[in-house]
């Protein structure tokens, strides 16, 4: 048995996602388990549409079993958000492959730049470049072609930069699950405008919250069908009719105000991953701004990536403190399965140790240690605050009586 996990954000689910699965399946795998972002994503955001509708888009159109990547590591950097999910696939039990898309499918020479950027030396000259005035990010390219000698460009590489961190947390949890890289193809990540049938999902966000704008509820499917495959598209209709969604922040932005602006710089050090006075950069924004994008444009620095003040703000907002950010997964919360899906729940639960536990329903919560059952809370939090960017606000406690989907 060759079971696949792939770790995603499906923000939304493109024709582009169902053809990496096709490619996955076609590698060799007899079952996939598609470990995916909860209703936050990581540059900073909400996604789209919330989990449920999201993980039954993946099972309808490849995946056999959808697990949750908490908002811990869905809302995080690069590194952790990777770390969470590789961790997530490698203590699963089951998972022979990690499969990942990249600008490159020299699987040797990302372990190459993964075994460097774990080395110390590389961290010191990253340090350097920060103390001059770079961005992390821009700071950690740098540093890694110093390093290794190997080009800069495949550094900057957003799929590249996310595969050598997959690679990266295989090494950090000495894991036996064997990486696979996939050569991303069509739209370059981050696209906004469509490009035909392998458009981004940035592109199909961009055109959603445009076209429901123009149609809201009586959204026309064709719109849909040439960016989704078709049995995605159905599902978001469906979605859209209920008021679950396109969620857009600025349904939010008020609700966001009102709790940032309650906070204080001490505050700000308590939830978000910011140092060296950001704090009061990022209080102050909100104080002086009438909405979010203008409290974004008046935090933001050179030093800082838009992305990080974004998640700054939104760990901010879900009060997510840095003890809870530094954590490591505790359990598997299944979200949606298929037939074939649910033979995997059968392996999981027989497979020998060490793995984490599995959560398929919700009273399984209550044999969870209490640091478990903390992050648990946590994702039930942001789930009754995601949906006040939803055209119709659902009462709380959605993340305990939402049923799991299956097909």
């Known amino acids: 048995m060759d079971v696949y996990a792939v770790i995603a954000e499906f923000n939304p689910f493109t024709k582009a996602h169902e053809r990496v699965l096709s490619k996955i399946r076609s590698a060799g795998a007899s079952h996939i388990i598609a470990i995916m972002s909860g209703d936050y994503v990581q540059r900073g955001t909400f996604a789209v549409f919330d989990k449920y509708v999201r993980a039954k ?31 997530i696939a ?3 039990g089951i998972v022979s492959h990690l499969a990942f898309g990249a600008e490159t499918d020299d699987i040797e020479l990302l372990k190459r730049a993964a075994a460097t950027a774990l080395d110390p030396g590389t961290d010191a000259l990253v340090r350097e470049y920060v103390k001059n005035g770079s961005t992390y990010p821009q700071a950690q390219q740098a540093a890694m072609a110093d390093a290794t000698g190997i080009d800069a460009d495949i550094f900057r590489a957003p799929n590249n930069i996310l595969a050598i961190e997959y690679l990266k947390a295989l090494i950090r949890l000495r894991s036996a699950v064997a990486p696979v890289v996939l050569k991303r193809e069509g739209q370059a ?3 906004t405008l469509p490009d035909g049938q392998y458009s981004s999902a940035s592109a199909v966000r ?14 026309p499917r064709e719109e849909l069908t040439e960016m989704m495959p078709s049995a995605a598209a159905d599902i978001v209709l469906e979605a859209i009719r209920e008021g679950r969604g396109p969620a857009d922040p600025i349904y939010a932005d008020r609700a966001m105000l009102a709790v940032l602006r309650r906070l204080t710089p001490s505050d700000y050090l308590k939830y978000c991953d910011v140092s060296e006075g950001l704090e009061n950069r990022l209080y102050r924004a909100v104080c002086d701004a009438a909405d979010m994008q203008s409290a974004l444009a008046l935090a933001q620095t050179g030093r800082y990536t838009n992305s990080r003040i974004r998640r700054a703000y939104m760990t901010a907002y879900l009060g997510i403190n840095k003890d ?18 649910r033979q995997l729940l059968s392996y999981m639960h027989d497979a020998p140790a060490p793995k ?5 329903r919700n009273s399984d919560l209550d044999d969870l240690p209490s640091a478990a059952r903390e992050i648990a809370e946590v994702d039930s939090r942001a789930r ?20 799991i989907v299956v097909l």
């Open 189 to 191: 990540h981050g696209e």
């Open 57 to 87: 888009c993946a099972l309808a159109c490849g995946a056999d079993l959808v697990v949750e990547l908490p908002v811990i590591w869905s809302l995080a950097t690069a590194e952790r958000f990777a770390f969470g999910g590789a961790a």
């Open 90 to 92: 490698d203590l699963s």
């Open 206 to 219: 961009a055109k959603l919250l445009a076209d429901y704008g123009k149609y809201g509820p009586q959204f």
């Open 356 to 360: 984490l536990p599995c959560v398929v």
């Open 324 to 341: 809870l950010m530094q954590r490591s997964p505790q359990y598997i919360r299944v979200l949606g399965f298929t037939k074939q899906g």
């Open 384 to 403: 009754d605050l995601y949906s006040l960017a939803c055209r119709s606000v659902r009462p709380c406690g959605t993340n305990e009586t939402d049923g």
